[in-house]
């Protein structure tokens, strides 16, 4: 569902809403592999609407110059990036921050490697074997 978000934002940022297949996929082949930040964005935005098809629901239309995103496009868009404090019940509000609160990792452990050569001690002050 993400990946639909992506096209969503994609054909909403261009002029008229629309693109060609190569413009839309150069557009998509960035925003994924920018890093963590786009995909946990876009997943948090996904999980909002589980049942989510750009097609199906009219959100995207595709024809030989490429695709479009439609006014209920724009309006969905806009209603599932709309701030958690602004949702109607605050139960719902409850349970979509704790949903899209990434679960901390653990904590990174750093070691230290002494790479320095012990310092030679002279024989009377080496401890004795006995």
Known sequence: ????????????????????????????????SSGTDWTHRTKRL????????????????RDG???????????????VETPVSMMASSEQALEAI????PIPASPTRLVAVN???????PDHMRPSAA
């Open 98 to 101: 704790v949903t899209a609160t």
């Open 65 to 79: 110059a490429g695709w479009q995103i439609t006014d209920g496009g724009r309006a969905f868009l806009a209603s």
């Open 46 to 61: 996904a999980a909002r609407a589980p049942d989510l098809d750009i097609f199906s629901q009219s959100f995207v239309l």
């Open 115 to 121: 790479r320095r050569r012990p310092r030679h001690r």
């Open 1 to 32: 569902m993400s990946f639909q978000i992506t096209i969503l934002k994609v054909l909403a940022g261009h002029p008229e809403g629309r693109a060609s297949i190569a413009d839309l996929r150069r557009a998509v082949a960035i925003l994924i």
